[in-house]
């Protein structure tokens, strides 16, 4: 992380007022939002593993989200934007793992409704106020009896415990080998407000959100408008600055529900209170999208891509992603072989205007490149530097002001024997 | 190759009138080309290993040539390109493997002029007159005593001899597990003309073109602007079609040199003979393109990627693209698994516009999606087509008029193991 300090934008001063808390129970440490997790067995293996999770709230939501922008999108993806889009009260969000009812036709969506309604008659919400989510393999009907059944025991075992919260967490997990929680807090005006989520990642993960799940809930107060700016400003930079594999699902979302129980309330996006508000829920979102690159299937390293003076965002952000998801490159770090040529080359191959002869290149803050000449003097503290689990690659292209940070990770035999088959 | 005969355009008559040999000796077939290749250890290795190639024609050329887009571009490709705008009449050849002389700072070009005048010394040519190219590792000064050496020995050894274009061919290989040429002739009012050609591919196969080389050599006689749109055209639906890793390299190169000594002269590109000849070369690229993607790196097959009813051939290129270098669908067709749903959703994170539910997806002849629903009662014979070195997945967007065709390559852990290092 050698050069995050120096050259990511410096943190506001309010992130010193929020508490932080990784691996919490999640959206139980909420206010008003109970949760549970139960097994129904949608991959259809007989065994008990976790793949249903429920989300309540006692109280009426605002909601934003976020969905995948893929054309090809899961029945579900398409619900739940029609739901957003008409509804103004939420209370809560059911999701299944093991089965992404994608590519499942017309019976897909008729699938996505009853899972909404018999969770909205479990929770005892009014129709269209609960929002649907499947993460899994795609192109097979859900077994909806199963999951019918499971949806009733969710909504009997609704709690706001820490057992639940983990329980929920781990439902919506697929090739995840950990589960992926935080709770924020902070303090307004003698009240605390809590921001709290759970995500699931693992594989396709890259621009536009991957195959991941991310849930968050809060106890402010907040016109919906207001929180979609905000959530989505903050996707652009947590979920949407990581990649995998740089393959973009069917099902990605991101939904944010805000309850207002807290007693505090936010009514526009600007001043001290939204600013904390931000800051918290930014710091929800890089909290998960940082769990989530970190769990990358079968990965064993992460890097953080740093581009500087290109042009403008978009080129600082071609060469990075294209830098983060070039197999030469991801194979060299796997192999921890400092390989910068093929940096170098991937930075040219980006369609990014820059001169060759401007281009500097540093792992961590040691020089690698210094326009366009190998400092190979250094090469020694080069290869130190590419052993560790994390480390930056840092670019600057000396033609402009833009600039972007990818999170991204080494590829590995063990991610394509991974998804050989599914 | 199911889908190959229905869906590409027609193969022209002329076609039929080639006289095609594959494996063939190379440019030495081409009257007035001679050709060597030596061992110089360019390597530093302290083997025998053939790397540095030398092509030379008795008569002057008038050629053309493309070169890679990539912004970082080695010292060769830039010095080749000055020599293509500058001169009229062209002399040979330089090229030698193991060393690709990018990212060499001032160095670099100083060392590819040293290596166009000593070739041009020993061929007896004139300044200006002798192509230079290196492929191999990036970011090391090119051993220029061992260079000299080689060039000095290469231009003692030219010979029209099948030996010598075998050892050409080797000469100019890296990772490729094998020697790569092509010989086409056809006769033109009693007159036969020859073109053939040698290459050399193996990883960092993409677009616009990869660490790949290609000299072709004819002597039908040509105005250099006709042989240059003829090739350009060539490489757009050759090399530029195939993918192994989506990585594009700092030295790709084609080049094509026509000496006129069949005494058959093409004044324009269109008429008969300028079809026959356009054929011929087109035959040339596309056996020389598909040896390369056939030899990509730890690769098990090759995947014709036919994609037809795009609004338009860039949003038909997308889909193929985006399919043929994702990860995921990679590896799912290393395992033999008819992962069609990785396929689909690739298909909708390239940015196409296209409509799911009217997406028809095939494996060769065979339904997978019919409007966008699942055919599974072909389940069985999808996992037949699957298991075969080569096969076809063809995605009919029903959208349009737009195609386009790519051959693709599988990816495995063989090929991550062998990258880790270099």
């Given at each position: 992380m050698g050069g995050e300090s120096r050259f990511l934008p410096p943190t506001d001063f309010t992130m010193?007022?929020?508490?932080?808390?990784?691996?919490?129970?999640?959206?139980?440490?909420?206010?008003?939002?109970?949760?549970?997790?139960?097994?129904?067995?949608?991959?259809?293996?007989?065994?008990?593993r976790l793949d249903l999770a429920l989300v309540a709230s006692t109280e009426p939501c605002a909601a934003a989200a976020v969905f995948t922008r893929n054309r090809v999108r899961a029945a579900p993806v398409d619900l739940s934007r029609e739901l957003l889009g008409r509804g103004d009260a939420f209370f809560g969000i059911v999701a299944n793992s093991g089965n992404a009812n994608a590519c499942t036709g017309g019976q897909g969506m008729t699938d996505a409704k009853t899972m909404g309604r018999l969770a909205e008659q479990g929770?005892?919400?009014?129709?269209?106020?609960?929002?649907?989510?499947?993460?899994?393999?795609?192109?097979?009907?859900?077994p909806m009896d199963r999951?019918?059944?499971?949806?009733?025991?969710?909504?009997?075992?609704?709690?706001?415990?820490?057992?639940?919260?983990?329980?929920?967490?781990?439902?919506?997990?697929?090739?995840?080998?950990?589960?992926?929680?935080?709770t924020v807090r902070f303090d307004y005006g003698g009240k605390t407000v809590t921001v709290a989520g759970m995500a699931k990642g693992a594989g396709m993960i890259e621009p536009n959100m991957a195959t991941m799940l991310a849930f968050i809930g809060t106890d402010m107060a907040a016109p919906a408008p207001v929180?979609?700016?905000?959530?989505?400003?903050?996707?652009?930079?947590?979920?949407?600055?990581?990649?995998?594999?740089?393959?973009?699902s069917t099902n990605d979302t991101v939904i944010l529900l805000a309850n207002g129980k807290s007693g505090v309330a936010l009514a526009e996006g600007e001043g001290e209170l939204a600013g904390k508000f931000r800051q918290a829920l930014r710091k929800v979102n890089d909290v998960l999208a940082e769990k989530i690159v970190s769990d990358g299937e079968k990965?064993?390293?992460?890097?953080?891509?740093?581009?500087?003076?290109?042009?403008?965002?978009?080129?600082?952000?071609?060469?990075?992603?294209t830098i983060g998801n070039s197999l030469l490159v991801k194979s060299s770090w796997y192999g921890e072989d400092p390989n910068w040529g093929r940096l170098a080359s991937a930075a040219g191959a980006s369609g990014a205007v820059f001169d060759p002869d401007r281009l500097d290149l540093y792992y961590n803050d040691v020089p690698v490149l210094a326009a366009g000449t190998p400092r190979r003097e250094n090469e020694a503290r080069w290869r130190d530097i590419v052993r560790a689990k994390r480390?930056?690659?840092?670019?600057?292209?000396?033609?402009?002001?833009?600039?972007?940070?990818?999170?991204?990770?080494?590829?590995?035999?063990?991610?394509?024997?991974?998804?050989?088959?599914?």
């Open positions: 010193k007022e929020l508490l932080i808390e990784e691996d919490s129970p999640g959206l139980t440490d909420v206010p008003g939002f109970r949760v549970s997790g139960v097994a129904c067995d949608i991959r259809e293996l007989g065994n008990d929770i005892g919400a009014p129709p269209g106020s609960v929002f649907v989510c499947s993460t899994g393999r795609i192109g097979r009907a859900l999951v019918e059944a499971g949806i009733r025991e969710a909504a009997g075992s609704l709690a706001a415990t820490p057992e639940q919260g983990a329980r929920a967490a781990d439902a919506i997990l697929t090739s995840d080998t950990c589960r992926k929680t935080v929180l979609q700016e905000m959530l989505s400003a903050g996707v652009a930079e947590s979920y949407n600055a990581i990649t995998v594999d740089g393959d973009m990965i064993t390293k992460v890097v953080e891509v740093l581009v500087t003076g290109a042009t403008g965002a978009a080129d600082a952000e071609k060469v990075a992603r480390f930056t690659v840092r670019l600057d292209l000396n033609a402009g002001e833009g600039r972007f940070r990818l999170l991204a990770t080494d590829l590995t035999e063990g991610y394509v024997a991974f998804n050989k088959t599914e």
